[in-house]
């Protein structure tokens, strides 16, 4: 069964760090194309970073510079760092994995940016 599960979530201040991690099975890992989402309250589920399975990556423009994507197929893992984070990435991120029509979701982590 494939399982995609998230970790590192939680309360920081603005401008601090926290780096969440995804943890794949069930899948041939290094075929996927792996990305990161975000949803606030009222808002539709947005793209924030994603890394392809030959290692391009995009991010969106509102992290731009402050977050990195990576991953990690030997231990088939993917982390996003979050730096200077600021009110407005408070969501839950969820990790996706994609490949052709075959699409998986985490069940999310909480990232609460305080003020």
């Known amino acids: 069964q494939v399982q995609l599960v998230e970790s590192g979530g939680g309360l920081v201040q603005p401008g601090g760090s926290l780096r969440l991690s995804c943890a794949a099975s069930?899948?041939?890992?290094?075929?996927?194309?792996m990305g990161w989402y975000r949803q606030a309250p009222g808002n539709q589920r947005e793209l924030v970073a994603v890394i392809t399975r030959g290692g391009i990556i995009n991010y969106a423009d509102s992290v731009k510079g402050r977050f990195t994507i990576s991953r990690d197929n030997a231990k088939k893992m993917v982390y996003l760092q979050m730096n200077s984070l600021k009110p407005e990435d408070t969501a839950v991120y969820y990790c996706?994995?994609?490949?052709?029509?075959?699409?998986?979701w985490g069940q999310g982590t909480q990232v609460t940016v305080s003020s």
């Open positions: 069930g899948i041939i890992f290094s075929i996927y194309d």
């Open positions: 996706n994995s994609r490949h052709l029509t075959y699409a998986y």
